[in-house]
Nanobody, 121 residues
Framework: QVQLVESGGGLVQTGGSLRLSCTAS????????MGWFRQAPGKERQFVAA????????YYIDSVKGRFTISGDSAKNTVFLQMNNVKSEDTAVYYC??????????????WGQGTQVTVSS
């Protein structure tokens, strides 16, 4: 059974930092693409950042480039999203996603429960 467990959300001030974590179980680390999505109130779910299956390539939406970094710890089967210089528009529920092929196209197979990130001014 595949499971994605997220942690690390919370309240942060504009310009501050936050790190999200997502621990995966049930899939081999180097055969599983993982990434982060977010959904703000009243808006559609949006891709944020992702690793390819082999974790050698990363992708970001333009609005977070230079501010967010996706990284991973293969020993812990955990992917992180380091969020720096956060802005009010980063407020959303953040979801970890995983797929045996890619999370950048289509609907990923697996999803975490979501973690709320709220940026205050």
């Amino acid at each position: 059974q595949v499971q994605l467990v997220e942690s690390g959300g919370g309240l942060v001030q504009t310009g501050g930092s936050l790190r999200l974590s997502c621990t995966a179980s049930g899939r081999p680390w180097n055969e599983y693409a993982m990434g982060w999505f977010r959904q703000a109130p009243g808006k559609e779910r949006q891709f944020v950042a992702a690793f390819t299956r082999n974790k050698k390539e990363t992708y970001y939406i333009d609005s977070v480039k230079g501010r967010f970094t996706i990284s991973g710890d293969s020993a812990k089967n955990t992917v992180f999203l380091q969020m720096n210089n956060v802005k009010s528009e980063d407020t959303a529920v953040y979801y970890c996603a995983g797929d045996r092929v890619t999370v950048r196209v289509g609907d990923p197979e697996d999803w975490g429960q979501g973690t709320q990130v709220t940026v205050s001014s």
